[in-house]
């Protein structure tokens, strides 16, 4: 069983501009959350995805917007990117969505905005 | 509004001795606590939780206590070992999995 891996590890964009995030769920794993931690702050929830449809947002605006693939991928698209996006931005895995069901994490990528 | 606080951002403590990481929250809709570990350069990692119906739940060294009336959960870590010093986030869930409440995060350190 692989672990959840997000790429790229690292990323500088300036303002305005649009990025794409990268994340690769555990096999089987139906759910995926995407998180943003600030420096010296926890996880914030962005959003949640399961079996493809968006299942939950958080309070961040419509320019942060995800997909959810099959393959069990997924990604987080951020456009017009401003100097407060910078951040780790995290995904996290889980079977099915359970109340109280373990998340399995990524190593995040760092998304620095000049 | 932060609906969880750890208002302590670091503890340390001796190689051997116990560690208590602290964890209140406002939400009284919170179903479950969670506690996770966090070293730098990987994401989070599930250490231990607690349904809001048990006031504590044990796995090895690492047990939660969880007060409602108080809207308080602590994490005891016992013995303490070195290699448990890392970030320590406490999370709440609500009926909904998957859009954890973290807190800010409690580093812990160590020392042998």
């Known amino acids: 069983e692989t672990g959840v891996t997000q790429s790229p590890t690292h990323l500088i964009k300036t303002r305005g501009q649009q990025v794409t995030l990268r994340c690769s769920s555990q096999?089987?794993?139906?759910?995926v959350s995407w998180y943003q931690q600030a420096l010296g702050q926890g996880p914030q929830f962005i959003f949640q995805?399961?079996?493809?449809?968006?299942?939950g947002r958080g309070n961040f605006p419509p320019r942060f917007s995800g997909l959810q693939f099959p393959n069990y991928s997924s990604e987080l698209n951020v456009n017009a990117l401003e100097l407060d996006d910078s951040a780790l931005y995290l995904c996290?895995?889980?079977?099915?969505?359970?109340?109280?069901?373990?998340?399995?994490f990524g190593p995040g990528t760092r998304l620095l905005v000049l | 509004d932060q609906q969880v606080k750890q208002n302590s951002p670091s503890l340390s403590v001796q190689e051997g001795r116990i560690s208590i990481l602290n964890c209140d929250y406002t939400?009284?809709?919170?179903?479950?606590f969670l506690w996770y570990k966090k070293y730098p350069a990987e994401g989070p990692t599930f250490l231990i939780s607690?349904?809001?119906?048990?006031d504590k739940n044990e796995d090895g060294r690492f047990t939660v206590f969880l007060n409602k009336s108080a809207k308080h959960l602590s994490l005891h870590i016992v013995p303490s070992q070195p290699g448990d010093s890392a970030v320590y986030f406490c999370?709440?869930?609500?009926?909904?999995?998957?859009?954890?409440?973290f807190g800010d995060g409690t580093t812990l350190t160590v020392k042998p």
């Open positions: 939400n009284s809709m919170f179903d479950y």
């Open positions: 607690i349904s809001s119906i048990k």
């Open positions: 999370a709440s869930d609500t009926a909904n999995a998957g859009k954890s409440t």
């Open positions: 995805y399961y079996r493809e449809e968006e299942n």
């Open positions: 996290a895995s889980s079977l099915s969505g359970t109340p109280g069901e373990t998340q399995y």
């Open positions: 096999s089987g794993h139906n759910t």
